[in-house]
């Protein structure tokens, strides 16, 4: 495809690495033509790249196959994850999952992009619902000031809860900022 077909959230092929187009937008210099300066993430290391494209220029377009996989159990640092629909397993390391290791929970749902086979993207979902197994005692008046203390989660995770959280509730994580969002009924 043409530099001026691409749209954001594609997946292009740039000297043979994967890239994200996070954004891009059509740039008139001073004596020269028009180009697009995009800001392209690298799937393999998450880096931020900027790269000027002219118009004209070709940029292979990778098509990423998107398929919804079930995370099964963790041995040690590799992570064992099942096919929905061919039931086929995989195993990843660490480095798929940057921190999102901790939000995996037996049985949670993720979304695995792969590319000729071989994944390159984990998706995690949005919010995870996680259990406290160690926090202090609730402080009294604490309410008033609005002091957080830490709460270790069933996972290792560990993350600042308000003080009326007590062990052995269930809370809401959003797995984007890592931040308690609410007590889960």
């Given at each position: 495809?043409?530099?001026?077909?691409?749209?954001?959230?594609q997946?292009?092929?740039?000297?043979?690495?994967l890239?994200?187009?996070?954004d891009?937008q059509?740039?008139k210099l001073?004596?020269?033509g028009a180009?697009?300066?995009?800001k392209?993430?690298s799937?393999t290391?998450?880096?931020?790249?900027?790269?000027?494209?002219?118009?004209?220029?070709i940029?292979?377009?990778a098509?990423?196959?998107?398929?919804?996989?079930?995370?099964l159990y963790?041995?040690g640092?590799?992570h064992?994850?099942?096919?929905?629909?061919?039931?086929?397993?995989?195993t990843?390391?660490?480095?798929a999952f940057?921190d999102?290791?901790k939000?995996?929970?037996?049985?949670s749902?993720?979304?695995v992009?792969?590319?000729e086979?071989?994944?390159?993207?984990?998706?995690?979902?949005n919010?995870?619902?996680?259990?406290i197994?160690?926090?202090?005692p609730?402080i009294?008046?604490?309410?008033?000031?609005?002091?957080?203390?830490?709460?270790?989660?069933?996972t290792?995770?560990?993350?600042?809860?308000?003080?009326?959280?007590?062990l052995g509730?269930?809370i809401?994580?959003d797995?984007?900022t890592?931040?308690?969002?609410?007590?889960?009924?």
């Open positions: 495809m043409r530099a001026s077909e691409m749209r954001k959230g997946t292009v092929k740039i000297d043979g690495k890239y994200a187009i996070v891009y059509h740039v001073g004596k020269g180009v697009y300066q995009t392209l993430k799937l290391d998450g880096s931020i790249q900027n790269i000027r494209l002219r118009s004209e220029e940029v292979e377009e098509f990423l196959d998107k398929r919804t996989y079930e995370y963790s041995s640092s590799e064992i994850l099942m096919d929905t629909t061919t039931y086929d397993q995989i990843l390391d660490d480095d940057g999102g290791a939000y995996l929970k037996p049985n749902k993720l979304q992009s792969l590319y086979g071989k994944p390159v993207v984990v998706t995690l979902p919010t995870v619902d996680l259990e197994t160690d926090t202090p609730e009294k008046g604490a309410t008033a000031t609005n002091q957080n203390k830490p709460a270790t989660l069933e290792g995770l560990v993350v600042q809860v308000p003080p009326f959280i007590k509730e269930l809401r994580v797995t984007r890592g931040e308690y969002l609410t007590r889960v009924k």
